[in-house]
């Protein structure tokens, strides 16, 4: 029997990247897993992977209609949700912080800080009606604890979401609602040339991975194993945690 066997989960941005690689793990884990992805091809790519526990929902999080529907999808074909993932995240690109330009810097809080307000107002009540608590695992960043140059704005909103983490631990502890930030270093994701700032080449991948103590990017199957860890009753005592996936990077 999986970990996480019997559970219901909405994973955002899982059509791709870490996402994808948690919803994987989250299926053979014994979950059933929403898969809310702006990009619906990609969304439905991976649940026809993952099978019959898997179900994909075209989603906007940074609309509250569209996460709102996205909710009542789950609730509906799976149940209330016992685990929600906030994965779902953007950035602008690494440049000097006023060459950013406000549509692209409302875009990214939007969607990486934003997107949990509305989150929260669409799962919350649910859980609590339920009573039988939950896990929020928010997909913070190691740019919002040791931020990177160029990314300004970036680490702003990720310091944001890993913040935010900490205040809904707090406040929704007597809920028995547990919320961890789980915090990657970069990773061979489709936003790894924005992240670095320059094109994506072999020679400028080893210069951001020198960074990086265990040698390194973050992998897919590094943000699964913790996030399968953080919702399973192993962690039954952990909450507002801001867990870094690094390989040392925050050290």
């Given amino acids: 029997m999986g970990q996480l066997q019997g559970k219901v989960a909405i994973i955002t941005g899982a059509g791709s990247g870490f996402g994808e690689g948690m ?7 014994g979950a059933k897993v929403i898969i809310a992805d702006l990009n619906a091809a ?18 906007d999080v940074a609309n509250m209609d569209s996460v709102t529907t996205m909710v009542k999808a789950c609730i509906d074909s799976f149940g209330v949700p016992d685990i929600v993932i906030n994965n779902a995240g953007t950035t602008h690109k690494n440049q000097p912080m006023l060459q950013v330009d406000e549509k692209t ?20 009540p649910a859980m609590r009606e339920r009573g039988k608590g939950g896990v929020i695992l928010n997909v913070g960043s190691t740019a919002g604890i040791r931020p990177r140059p160029g990314l300004s704005w970036y680490n702003g909103s990720k310091g944001a979401v890993n913040l935010l983490s900490k205040a809904m631990a707090v406040e929704l502890a007597p809920d028995r609602i547990r919320v961890n930030a789980i915090c990657p270093v ?12 320059v094109p994506d080449t ?32 192993a962690a039954e005592f952990l909450t507002g945690l801001e867990f870094p996936v690094d390989g040392g990077r925050t050290i």
């Fill in 105 to 124: 810097f409302d875009r990214m809080f939007a969607v990486n800080v934003k997107s949990i307000y509305y989150m929260a107002h669409a799962v919350i």
């Fill in 42 to 59: 990609a969304g439905e790519r991976v649940a026809k992977a993952l099978g019959a526990n898997a179900k994909a929902v075209a989603t």
């Fill in 202 to 233: 072999p020679e400028n991948r080893a210069k951001f991975v020198s960074t990086i103590p265990l040698g390194r990017f973050c992998e897919p199957r590094d943000m699964a194993a913790a996030a399968v860890f953080l919702a399973t009753d």
């Fill in 23 to 29: 919803a994987e793990a989250y299926v053979r884990e």
């Fill in 186 to 197: 970069m990773g061979a994701t489709g936003l790894l040339a924005d992240f670095m700032g």
